[in-house]
């Protein structure tokens, strides 16, 4: 019971390149979302999914798409990186009123 | 923008001493969290307190909620070096569907 498990765990882009970052849980939990945390700012909301087909945007969502087309995957694209995206990504799993299970994150720069 | 804002941004104790993290929010809320989470790692849900609770205990944590003062804390007793982490508050709010919204964090400092 893995929980839920982020790849990469590192990643160098180039500025205009771009790439998925994978999300997959094994909690077959409806609502899934990822943040990116940046030095001295929490955890911010980039977008949400509350089940397979449906999902919607956070409080940081510009130069990010998703889409849920599986209960366990959630994968977050960027379409050409920038060097504001350098950050640390995290996705997280629950079900409504639970707490939120975490994967490890992807340290993503863009140079 | 944030939701919470944690008080104090950095807290240095020794072993042994009670640590206190204190969370304020601006909206209305459904539940309130609390998550720690290690130097380079992911975040680990610690506790989630309910809007109609006032109080909460999960062994050495304790977690208070004033939803009138839209504020929350959480108390660490006898404090050990392996509490060192930094600790968030998130507000959970249902308008359609769930968000949880994190606050700034505390950065917490056990020393032997």
């Known amino acids: 019971n893995a929980g839920v498990t982020q790849t990469p765990k590192f990643q160098v882009l180039k500025t205009g390149q771009s790439m998925t970052l994978q999300c997959a849980q094994d909690m077959n939990h409806e609502y899934m979302s990822w943040y990116r945390q940046d030095p001295g700012m929490g955890l911010r909301l980039i977008h949400y999914?509350?089940?397979?087909?449906?999902?919607d945007q956070g409080e940081v969502p510009n130069g990010y798409n998703v889409s849920r087309s599986t209960t366990e995957d959630f994968p977050l694209r960027l379409l050409s990186a920038a060097p504001s995206q350098t950050s640390v990504y995290f996705c997280?799993?629950?079900?409504?009123?639970?707490?939120?299970?975490f994967g490890s994150g992807t340290r993503l720069t863009v140079v | 923008s944030q939701q919470g804002e944690e008080d104090p941004q950095a807290l240095s104790i020794q072993e042994g001493e009670n640590a206190t993290m204190n969370c304020s929010y601006k909206t209305s809320i459904n539940n309130l969290q609390w998550y720690r989470q290690n130097s380079g790692r992911g975040l680990v849900h610690l506790i989630l307190?309910?809007?109609?609770?006032r109080e909460k205990h999960s062994g050495r944590l304790r977690v208070t909620l004033d939803t009138s003062k839209k504020s929350s804390s959480l108390l660490i007793t006898a404090s050990r070096a392996a509490d060192t982490a930094s600790y968030f508050c998130a507000t959970e709010r249902y308008t359609g569907f769930q968000k949880l919204v994190f606050g700034t964090g505390t950065r917490l400092l056990v020393s032997p």
């Open positions: 307190i309910r809007s109609n609770e």
């Open positions: 999914s509350v089940g397979a087909g449906i999902t």
């Open positions: 997280a799993t629950s079900a409504q009123g639970s707490g939120y299970t």
